[in-house]
């Protein structure tokens, strides 16, 4: 969205520079301009039909917005200005953000005229019907003092007045203009004969005199057809108000006579019969003992069109059933409208003043706001799908439009958006897709998901270079039970299982029952082939399980077909068809069994669980050891603390770095008990060297399945006291996968720890995706710089700019941050240029055992 400068105010000396001909010419086009902007009563009835509804509304906003010469201000109850359009700017010389939410009696004073001002206004709140227009003489809080020509009309929300709308005009120089034709004297018959405006004399109810003007406006050729002629002779019987128009007329003169002059809006009728709304200035002048009437009239049928239009297109605005909300040109709500309070919940006070995305939850990501606003800018408008933000909390979908309003310049006046709850469609479209795309009987995703899905599948593990497979199942003799016990009972059989699949997969896989007795699992994103057996091994033992349907007892199987992407097919029908192939193999040497169509993989899979028996008996046989990498301040060079990390010194294989092991750890269960076994020896080590007169603090590293067991406060402490360490010596470090999947609890969780005294820090920070406000409600003292930015960071532009946000983020929550993995100079001078702590990596040292850590780092000086 572009910004625009607000237009600046007009001194009275310009204005009053205008020449009198200009300004009567500019009142005219301003009268054809605002009608045809605002809104018409046909269109309004559409006003929810999409386009058209922000259509209508951008014609309403940029004639009340950026009309010319007429102000429109709008108040409530209180007196507040709750709309102060451009031409109120210009006018009155007050800024918009300097009225908006002040007493308007605090910016205009009506002169003399105040208390007859306050009664005008309240009458309107207390009836509910406008006021004859009149005219004002108004002293700014600017300092200005002019003439306006005001009219005032309620607006209804729910047959409650909700504000007064107000349209002025500026008069002063129509004033100086009507006061010098009276004082001219010899030359008032020229000006009486060139004045733009109608005039005529009237005496004894009779027209005495009429100008040229007159006989345009009324359709009369010659001065004898209205010479002589009574003054009820060109109004109609009766006014809009129902009384008699020479009864009415009567007493806008005895106004006139009262007040020396009197100004009022009359409906005349034109030779043709043709009613027409005019202006009327009434001025009497006393001549030896007569009084003349000085009549000046001009046509304002078109003003009179657009203030209905804009009482009109107010009253859409307030009792429209979408949300309509309006901005200026600086993106600050200006207005909304009671269908938006009710949907969002906020009152036009508590929004205000502040930007429209503050209402939609997913306009906060940057990047989707600027795809928004480079639509808005390139094309005026944009409409799409958001969720939206109650001021409760919850999230909803919700249609957006937005319109941008301009004014004949091309720059921005104001911004329109139209927002509708589709929660009830979305429910709608949901339970439809729903029954499109699942099993009817077990509820499962049926072929149609699971090929879309498949599809979407294989194409982000083509990007990401990443494998999944498919698991095709086939019960073993499942025709059997529906033979001798029936189909009911196969149907609650099939349900049975397919919620035991379900169980067996995360969140991210897909279980689809293709018919009859045959289902597939979809695992994503697998890495290596070892987990896919550990869940096929998982499946078949929860298929497997006793069933107890109607009384009856039975044990079923099922025979597993596995094919992987992309060793086994790069598309939907090869890695299905070799699934099928697989899971046949499999039914050839049994039941209860799985095949992998890759032989390879079968290989690897025995190589897996010859590595899962060996991992459990490692722990008893104590071949895990732990190495230390030392953690340098990046200030004054000195060691700050020691990273533990485990290694397994397999009996046949030699030394062996976590990656070959962790992951087979988590899946067999043990990285709990491996974990608890690394905080007690760290705990220890620690405590030995502090003992030795070198406290430091050292950093534990914990995985996602410590971290959500029950036990791991109990673990933590009981370690700690086992050493006898003091808690500000350890450190632990969390990735950012697991606070983003922790509820509530995992922040209590972290809480606790902190309050001990425990140090907490983010590891790998960059790769997930936590957010600056996510942070702040995290009890954490350090960031950890992945290493998999430091390595490129003096070549790649983009790792240096995102390191660098990293710094400044961390700094502004006043957090720790340590890069992993630094190994050149290069790459040291970087950080330390740019604010990082701490470091860790070859480029101090390398992780060391304990005592070759002790001989190189903790001599004595």
């Not at 205009?108 to 007859?116: A, I, M, S, V, Y």
């Not at 909700?162 to 500026?170: E, L, P, R």
Request: net charge negative; charged share 25%.
């Amino acid at each position: 969205m572009a910004d625009t400068p607000k237009p600046g105010s007009t001194p009275e000396s310009e204005l009053g520079s205008q020449h009198p001909e200009s300004q009567r010419h500019d009142e005219r086009a301003l009268s054809g301009n605002l009608s045809n902007a605002l809104v018409h009563e046909n269109s309004t009835r559409r006003i929810a039909s999409g386009n058209e509804a922000i259509d209508v509304l951008s014609r309403f906003v940029s004639a009340i917005e950026y009309t010319p010469l007429v102000a429109i201000q709008s108040i409530d109850r209180t007196g507040i200005v709750r709309f102060w359009n451009s031409m109120s700017t210009t006018i009155y010389g007050i800024p918009a953000r300097e009225a908006i939410g002040r007493r308007l009696s605090d910016l205009l004073q009506h002169q003399d005229k105040e208390p007859e001002f306050a009664d005008t206004i309240d009458h309107i709140w207390q009836t509910g019907q406008a006021v004859l227009p009149r005219d004002w003489q108004i002293t700014t809080s600017a300092g200005a003092n002019l003439w306006v020509y005001s009219t005032m009309f309620p607006v209804f929300r729910e047959k409650k007045i909700h504000q007064i709308f107000c349209m002025d005009i500026d008069i002063t120089l129509r004033k100086r203009e009507e006061q010098a034709l009276l004082a001219l004297g010899a030359n008032f018959r020229t000006l009486f004969d060139r004045s733009a405006d109608a005039i005529l004399l009237i005496e004894d109810n009779y027209f005495l005199e009429v100008n040229p003007a007159a006989l345009t406006l009324f359709g009369y050729a010659r001065k004898s057809d209205l010479v002589g002629r009574n003054s009820n002779d060109i109004s109609p019987t009766t006014q809009p108000d129902g009384k008699p128009s020479s009864e009415k007329f009567s007493q806008m003169l005895e106004l006139a006579h009262q007040n020396g002059n009197y100004r009022f809006d009359w409906l005349h009728v034109n030779a043709s019969g043709e009613t027409f709304w005019t202006e009327v200035l009434c001025t009497e002048i006393p001549i030896d003992s007569k009084a003349l009437l000085y009549i000046v009239v001009r046509d304002i049928r078109e003003r009179k069109h657009a203030e209905q239009s804009l009482q009109l297109a107010a009253q859409v605005f307030e009792n429209s059933q979408e949300g309509i909300l309006i901005a200026d040109m600086n993106q600050r709500i200006v207005s909304i409208n009671r269908a938006l309070s009710d949907i969002t919940g906020y009152t036009i006070d508590e929004v205000v003043g502040k930007e429209p995305q503050s209402l939609c939850v997913a306009m906060r990501d940057k990047a989707q706001f600027k795809t928004i606003s480079d639509e808005v800018h390139a094309h005026d408008r944009w409409q799409g799908e958001l969720w939206g933000r109650h001021c409760n909390g919850r999230g909803f979908p919700l249609w957006l439009s937005i319109s941008v309003v301009r004014d004949s310049h091309r720059n921005v006046v104001n911004y329109i958006a139209i927002m509708t709850d589709i929660s009830d469609r979305k429910a709608s479209e949901e339970q439809m897709r729903h029954m499109a795309e699942h099993d009817f009987l077990t509820g499962l995703p049926n072929r149609v998901l699971l090929l879309d899905r498949l599809q979407q599948a294989i194409a982000v593990a083509e990007r990401n270079a990443i494998k999944l497979a498919l698991l095709f199942l086939d019960l073993d003799r499942f025709k059997h039970i529906n033979d001798s016990f029936g189909h009911h009972v196969g149907d609650k059989l099939l349900q049975a299982i397919a919620e035991r699949l379900t169980k067996c997969v995360r969140a991210i896989d897909t279980v689809s029952r293709l018919g009859g007795d045959e289902f597939v699992i979809m695992l994503v994103d697998v890495g290596r082939g070892e987990p896919i057996s550990h869940i096929a091994d998982n499946v078949l033992n929860a298929v497997s399980m006793p069933y107890s349907i109607d009384g009856n007892d039975f044990i079923i199987t099922t025979c597993i077909g596995i094919s992987t992407y992309p060793n086994d097919g790069t598309d939907m029908d090869t890695l299905i068809k070799n699934a099928d192939t697989a899971m046949y193999h499999a039914k050839g040497n049994g039941t209860n069994r799985y095949q992998f169509f890759d032989d390879e993989m079968n290989r690897r899979v025995v190589e897996r669980t010859l590595l899962e028996n060996s991992l459990r008996s490692a722990l008893k046989s104590s071949e895990f050891v732990l190495e230390y990498q030392p953690q340098m301040d990046m200030r004054t060079g000195q060691i700050v603390g020691v990273e533990a990390l485990i290694r397994w010194a397999h009996p046949a294989l030699g030394l062996m770095l976590p990656s070959r092991f962790i992951a087979v750890a988590e899946e067999c269960g043990l990285i709990v008990p491996i974990g608890d076994w690394v905080m007690r020896t760290a705990c220890l080590q620690a405590k030995a060297w502090q003992d030795n007169g070198h406290p430091l603090v050292v950093s534990v590293n914990l995985s996602v399945a410590q971290f959500h067991q029950k036990s791991l406060l109990k673990s933590i402490v009981d370690a700690l006291q086992q050493a006898q360490l003091a808690p500000q010596f350890l450190e632990l470090e969390i990735t950012e996968s697991i606070l983003m999947d922790e509820a509530k609890g995992g922040i209590d969780t972290l809480r606790v720890l902190r309050n001990i005294g425990i140090r907490l820090a983010i590891d790998d920070f960059g790769t997930g995706f936590s957010s600056l406000s996510y942070l702040k409600r995290i009890p954490i003292n350090k960031l950890k710089i992945d290493q998999s930015f430091v390595r490129d960071i003096t070549v790649d532009p983009e790792d240096a700019v995102i390191i660098n946000a990293i710094i400044v983020m961390a700094k502004s929550l006043n957090l720790t941050v340590i890069a992993e993995g630094v190994e050149t100079q290069e790459q040291y001078r970087f950080l330390q240029a740019h604010g990082c702590d701490e470091y860790q990596g070859y480029y101090s040292s390398k992780a060391l055992t304990a005592d070759m850590f002790a001989r190189q780092f903790l001599q004595p000086s």
